[in-house]
């Protein structure tokens, strides 16, 4: 199990002011123990020129919100966050990894909902990186494993739920996107939490029934819609003919037996419930005629 720590690097700046002060230094070394025939020394002088030269290759630099990790020899040594120019051991491999945030929209992925309806779903994932050692070592690429994993929790969601409840206080992917956003970002979180990433946000970005069955899918939306809307007129014409009789009652304007009470609320409900404009009828006689 990788976890990241801190690598302790050398400022930069420093070795870049000591380095080449060394190699003067040792140049002069070399010039005057060749002028005085002293060729051990000589050598001794151009092998840690040699030397200096390789320490060279050590400095690197650290973009904002970007970490080096440092491997020597295949063991992970450190990962340095600081921004900045810094020198570590040069026989070390540096390797950049991005902490900014990233995000992508997955694929239109075709799936049966809870109902076993085919509908097309896709996603947008924002996301970072939060531990680098375990972005690089504990999964093979870790960009590829977030967006594998990103489709599978997506297939995984529309599958447990229904693309539009049919019960009460019954989650649908329509009918409660806040709910499902936040349950796709926990499970996507969970299944990238070993590759020490982050889920930020997870929302659904495309949701529509596949097209062989849209059409039907829609006449049963508009039919649910014209019930639904039928059982609001009806609700508010039977209190309007509630609050009619009570008023008649209360003023004392009329008095009807139950016979004429029926045939009222039977023409109320025929005027206000109806789609298009009543005609009236005159009576001219009595009910009993």
Excluded at 117 to 144: G, K
Excluded at 238 to 260: G, P, T, Y
Aim: aromatic letters at 6%; glycine letters at 4%.
């Amino acid at each position: 199990m990788f976890r990241e720590k801190a690598y302790p690097s050398r400022p930069g700046y420093l070795m870049l002011v000591l380095l080449p002060l060394l190699m003067i230094g040792d140049i002069a070394f070399m010039i005057a123990m060749g002028k005085a025939d002293m060729h051990l020394q000589f050598v001794g002088g151009l092998l840690l020129l040699v030397v200096l030269s390789i320490l060279l290759a050590g400095f690197y630099v650290v973009q904002p919100n970007v970490s080096s990790v440092l491997v020597l020899f295949g063991n992970y040594k450190g990962s340095e966050r600081r921004p900045g120019l810094w020198w570590a051991n040069p026989f070390m491999s540096k390797q950049k990894v991005s902490l900014r945030v990233r995000n992508f929209e997955s694929a239109k992925l075709k799936v049966n909902d809870h109902d076993g309806n085919p509908i097309e779903i896709a996603a947008v994932v924002v996301w970072r990186v939060v531990d680098t050692a375990e972005a690089l070592f504990q999964v093979d690429n870790y960009d590829n494993f977030v967006h594998v994993q990103s489709e599978a929790a997506l297939r995984n969601l529309a599958t447990s739920h229904p693309y539009d409840a049919h019960q009460d206080n019954q989650l649908s992917l329509r009918g409660n996107t806040a709910e499902v956003a936040e349950a796709l970002k926990i499970e996507i979180q969970n299944r990238l939490e070993k590759a020490g990433v982050e889920v930020i946000e997870a929302r659904i970005s495309h949701m529509a029934y596949a097209a062989e069955i849209a059409n039907a899918m829609l006449r049963r939306q508009q039919a649910a819609a014209v019930i639904a809307a039928r059982s609001k007129i009806v609700e508010g014409a039977v209190s309007m003919v509630e609050m009619a009789l009570d008023e008649l009652n209360k003023r004392n304007v009329v008095h009807l037996d139950e016979e004429r009470k029926a045939a009222m609320v039977s023409n109320l409900l025929v005027v206000l419930c109806s789609e298009h404009e009543t005609q009236p009828i005159v009576n001219a006689g009595t009910l009993y005629q």
